[in-house]
């Protein structure tokens, strides 16, 4: 499983993934789920993916390899919903091919999500969501993020404190990792490290660095696990008791 | 949709369970899912139940109308496995029954899971969770809970807070209510009122209480969900801040 979240906040955009990629319990490899694409100081996409890794090494592989070419390529598509389109073709593509062998399917699913995010010079940050049907959505102000993965466990806290004027640092980037915490607790098959990229809105100066990645050493993420696990279990117990129990 | 969650600590058992069922977004409706079966005295049993309606709906009108017959019914088997047998059976008629029409199926799940629990006079409390294939696991000392339908948001906490030596007041009853609210916040096909139902350990004297139903209006399911909340956004403001972005 995987578990990948984006926001487009105002402030600009975060990226966030787990590497874990499982085929049944006994065959877990790390594998990292989020891909940089950038002309530095014109544009800086991020592309998650969670679902089919065969589909989105390939799809990879091909919007990579594609970027030598003529045609079309997330450098050269003229707006980011371009881009959405461009990786919604080329998902279709993969899962048709590879879903061509009839009988050999086995009842495999083949289908892959894919957030991608970013910024091209001209317009504003936007971030997509691509189906594994190749169609896909955009965040707006009214629903600044989206999750692709095991998205449940770490929903409740990126709703109680995600609005689109959230700033960047410190409160998205903490949330965002509280939100992997309870995922990573209450899911075996999403593992650290964690790859985390912010993108200010409008900045192109610097270049799009690497991913920033969050490990099982990592002294910050070990004191919020701590402070978190131990500020909740002060607020469950501050909560006040039921004085309907007292009959 | 439907969340129930129940479990066996060492005090005792607890049962809740929201009431909204539904059938697409624009039909949805109110049904209990808590159904009660007892011997004042002498036997306690609480039945849960997530999935088609009209499965659970004629699995609980077989077991109740069976009370009256001469065969074995919830209130005469010998212990609560006897009982988890007899629901696993009576859902694989139902269900056998139902499925039946072939062509008319029209991709139709007609599963069911089922929690029961309580307690049968010369044994101590039990809790089964039985799948929509008619078997069941039973909850142990290191598995003291189940949940069944819409789970995954209200997961985390229950993970955090309860262990077979958790009290049941207030502990496990503050910890149901606060899973429940992440539940309701994040899937509008779950919805109040809540059941909850508390039963002691080996304590026959007082007959089985009908559930304790918790509504839009309950001043203190509302204190407990503003406490929760704001003390969430407390405890998420005093985290530390990343020092690994300050480059």
Request: hydrophobic residues 40%; charged residues 20%.
């Amino acid at each position: 499983m995987t578990y990948c979240v984006a926001m487009r906040l105002k402030a600009g955009l975060l990226f966030a993934s787990d590497t874990r990629t499982n085929a049944g319990v006994d065959h877990i490899a790390s594998f990292g789920k989020m891909h940089q694409f950038q002309i530095p100081h014109q544009r800086e996409i991020v592309l998650l993916n969670a679902g089919n890794l065969a589909t989105t090494q390939s799809v990879l592989s091909l919007l990579r390899q594609r970027l030598q070419g003529e045609g079309e390529h997330l450098l050269n598509v003229p707006s980011l919903y371009d881009a959405a389109v461009l990786v919604g073709r080329t998902l279709k593509e993969v899962v048709a091919r590879d879903s061509a062998g009839g009988g050999l399917n086995q009842g495999v699913d083949f289908g892959a999500n894919f957030l991608l995010g970013g910024q091209i010079k001209g317009e504003g940050p936007r971030l997509f969501h691509i189906y594994p049907q190749g169609n896909f959505i955009e965040a707006t102000e009214d629903t600044p993020y989206f999750q692709i993965g095991e998205s449940k466990y770490g929903k409740p806290i990126i709703d109680r404190v995600i609005k689109y004027e959230t700033t960047l640092l410190p409160e998205a980037a903490k949330c965002t990792l509280v939100s992997f915490d309870s995922t990573i607790r209450s899911n075996l098959s999403v593992g650290l490290p964690i790859d985390i990229v912010m993108l200010r809105a409008n900045q192109f100066e610097q270049a799009m660095q690497p991913p920033h990645r969050i490990g099982r050493e990592d002294p910050y993420f070990s004191r919020l696990r701590e402070g978190w696990s131990e500020g909740l279990r002060k607020v469950f117990e501050d909560l006040p008791d039921e004085p309907w129990f007292e009959n």
